[in-house]
């Protein structure tokens, strides 16, 4: 195994205990005995727990980002408001649906979940409100410029979030089409 693999396969271990356990179970001993390895690997990898811990929020902060940034809302006077409002949301599910382990991580941190964790979330959902800010600004009605695009963006925001929350709580239950279905219908509430 290379050793970008390795590092790989520790921090899916890593993730699959947080997902598990929480973070109050993860400790080199514990990763190493899920990979079956000793722990000096473990050590050598990441130095030691607080290592491995900021590799991990680091790793799957960075990968949440890069989702979300696919499925970032473009300004709204480029097309039919609604239309780019539900491509977004669709992206969006579609990246909580592929890795929900990620998400689960950025969007309910566990219990015991490290300062620098909340720090990395607080940091992406501060970029993702501004740019959904810029994004709201001409308005969810063709020539009707948002009357407070920052307001707009936090509850655009928040259902986005909670629509996510939904696909990882049950997904049988609240699959992302369900949701898409449910998000068309409130914006055209929003136009009535």
Known sequence: MSEKERRDQLLDV???????EGFQAVSIQSVARAAGISRPIVYGHFGDLAGLLEALVKRETGRALAQIRESTLDDLSEGDPNELMMASLGAYLGAV???????????????GAPELLRASI??????????????VRP???RGEPASDPELTARILSAMADEYA?????????FPPDRLLGHARWFLGQLES
């Open 14 to 20: 890593t993730a699959a205990i947080v997902r598990d």
């Open 97 to 111: 649906e592929q890795m929900p382990d990620t998400w689960a991580l950025v969007l309910t941190p566990p219990e």
């Open 122 to 135: 607080h940091r992406g959902k501060a970029e993702i409100l501004e740019q959904l800010t810029r994004a």
């Open 139 to 141: 308005g969810l009605r």
């Open 165 to 173: 929350r939904l696909v990882l709580s049950d997904p049988e239950r």
